[in-house]
């Protein structure tokens, strides 16, 4: 069966091919193509993401990458071990690519931005007339789950089997618009299928902004570009090797609430305090308060995912979310998940942040299962970042 993915849900444009099959009752997949085309440099000067403007970028962006998407694949099936003669004929009866047999369009309904999440749906309407294929609406939070069950992100062919789950599991999904902690937990009444099916229920959430979102807002209290999360983890960084350290000490919210949620607008604020009473801000100022709201963050959300493997008897924790990329995190969330013995699935750099291969994959896993998992719950706007 072959996936087109496409993702519009924030400030990327993104489109995955990708192709699935079932060996002995086992599920695989290969990545034809992914192409991911970020706008973050064109959010840049307002400081977040501008509804509009992704709009109006999505729809430029969205055919010129289809375009790219198709010719990129075909290079796959023809380089890979088995070709699917389909994809070339395809292109070549047609140069308009009006018969490609795509046999499911995977599209991001939500959350996200309402003008940018509608150029994808009206995109994969007007390719589901033309080429005939059935769309399935994809809560995007399941996808950054279900993406970090990919033991590779490379397109080229290679057919993978994805990461097992011994269950219960536990997401903890981190990124600019969500911070969320979900168990996840197999349908053991379901027709057999080769690929797994599972219930999710959101066990805590932010009680206001994202985790990413405080990245990006402490970021732009210390005038540094957006967005800010990897610039902040390179200041921390920095203040490690050269053992600088804050004389603030920063709060680390809701770490002692007997619930599993989070509030990260106080730890914002704790930083503009801090830089407002520092007045003029030395270069070793900047340097260790980034290392302090990075330890804060860390110590936040490593506590409440440790609180919530203890209640939950979790096996497997996957991490999500474009924050999932900071090195800092990744570390601590290893050696939490060492010391309690359980496996940890982190995705790859490449696929942390929005992309539509997770789009593609969770795709596949409903044209099989079919349940309609994670709800489009507490979908929070970014405009107002
Ligand atoms: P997403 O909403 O999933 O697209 O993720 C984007 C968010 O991830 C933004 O708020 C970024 O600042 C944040 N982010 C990306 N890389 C890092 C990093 N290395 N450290 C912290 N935050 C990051
Ligand atoms: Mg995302």
Redo the contacts with the bound molecule.
């Keep these: 069966m072959i996936i087109l993915g496409i993702e519009t849900s ?1 400030d ?1 444009t993104a489109l995955a091919l990708i192709e699935t099959r079932e060996v002995g009752g086992v599920f695989e997949c290969r990545i034809l193509s992914s192409l991911v085309h970020s706008q973050a440099e064109l959010h840049s000067p307002y400081g977040g993401v501008f509804p509009t403007l992704a709009k109006r970028e999505h729809e430029k962006n969205l055919p010129v990458l289809l375009e790219k998407l198709l010719e990129e694949s075909m290079e796959t099936q023809d380089s890979g071990s088995k070709t699917c003669p389909w994809l070339r004929t395809g292109i070549q009866e047609d140069n308009k690519n009006d018969k490609i047999p795509i046999d499911i369009i995977a599209v991001t309904e939500g959350p996200g931005l309402e003008p940018a999440l509608w150029t994808g749906i009206v995109f994969a309407e007007m390719l589901s007339k033309k080429w005939k294929a059935p769309i399935i609406p994809i809560n995007h939070m399941e996808g ?1 789950i279900v993406g970090s069950l990919l033991r590779s992100d490379k397109s080229g062919g290679e057919w993978q089997r994805l990461k097992p789950l011994q269950m219960p599991a536990l997401a903890l999904l981190i ?4 911070t969320e902690l979900v168990k996840i937990e197999d349908r053991q009444d379901s027709l057999v299928t080769a690929l797994p099916q599972f219930i999710y229920t959101i066990v805590g959430q932010t009680k206001d902004d ?1 985790v ?2 405080a ?2 807002k402490v ?1 732009r209290l210390l005038n540094l570009p957006y ?4 610039h ?2 390179r200041l921390a960084t920095e203040a490690r090797k050269k053992n600088i350290s804050s004389s603030v000490k920063l709060p680390r919210p809701m770490i002692s609430s007997q619930n599993f949620d989070f509030s990260f607008s106080g730890l914002k604020t704790a930083v503009l305090y801090a830089i407002r009473d520092a007045g003029k801000l030395s270069g070793d100022f900047k340097l260790g308060l980034a290392r302090e709201f990075e330890d804060a963050v860390t110590d936040t959300l490593d506590t409440k995912l440790r609180k919530a493997i203890e209640e939950t008897n979790a096996l497997t924790v996957i991490v999500g ?3 999932s ?3 800092y ?1 990744r570390a601590q969330f290893e050696k939490t998940a060492a010391e309690y013995g359980i496996s940890l699935y982190l995705p790859s750099k490449h696929i ?3 992309n539509a291969l997770m789009i593609a994959l969770v795709g596949a896993f409903h044209y099989q299962t079919r349940p309609r998992t994670i709800r489009a719950h507490g979908t929070k706007r970014l405009d107002n970042r």
């Excluded at 990124?175 to 969500?178: A, D, E, L, Q, V």
């Excluded at 967005?227 to 990897?230: L, S």
């Design positions: 924030c990327d950054h990124s600019g618009g969500h994202a990413g979102e990245f990006d970021a967005p800010g999360g990897p902040i983890s979310g474009g924050v990329a900071n090195s995190l942390s942040g929005d």
